[in-house]
């Protein structure tokens, strides 16, 4: 068996709340703390493209622990729940976790490379987003059916969701829109995971989502 495509033992131990209240501890901590102590554990753990280059490269991993406010880890956190659990319990946990770190943490090394080629050197990447596009993609792919109500609103189906957001993302990227986001990596991120399913699956996300 090719060891890219050899599965794990499936077992479902609720990877999805350890995540959410790892999250909800950091962000927690870090804001009782306040002041200077705040400011110095964000900088250890955002993704900095200058301290990466002097080894912090922890960061990869970190920064998808550190939100910005307390809407930034609300979204985050709601859409993980959305979403995240039904995946996990598709996939099993052992290979949601692979999933989303593998994810999260390209997505992180692409903004990296993009950060360092135009030279923003001190940009600070934060918060878990772009793992979050890749498990939305990956709802979107298992359940392509399943219909999502946008703001409890409006009814969509899963795919045309994902792709609609990641139309969006792409016009900001392109057009400098909202420009205190970091849409690339949300696309990074929903790139990698379209590619986990393509290696790891052997699944071409684009059949499922477009029924074809």
Known sequence: MNIIRKPFKYRNYNAVYWLIGINIFI????????????????????????????????????????????????????????????????????????FYFATGILAGVFSFGVYYVTRNYWAALIGASGALFAVQLAYAVFFPDSIIYIWGILPLRAPVMVLGFTALELFFSITGRNSGVAHLTHLAGFGFGWIYFLLRFGVNPWRRLTGR
């Not at 927690?28 to 964000?42: C, D, F």
């Not at 039904?86 to 692979?98: A, D, I, N, R």
């Open 27 to 98: 962000f927690a901590v870090t804001r009782l703390l306040g002041g200077n102590l705040q400011q110095t554990i964000t900088v250890r753990m955002a993704m900095i493209p200058l301290a990466v280059t002097h080894g912090w490269v922890w960061t990869f991993v970190t920064y998808m622990f550190m939100h910005g406010g307390i809407t930034h880890i609300l979204f985050n956190m709601l859409g993980l729940l959305i979403f995240g659990i039904h995946v996990e319990k598709q996939m099993g946990s052992s290979e949601f976790l692979l």
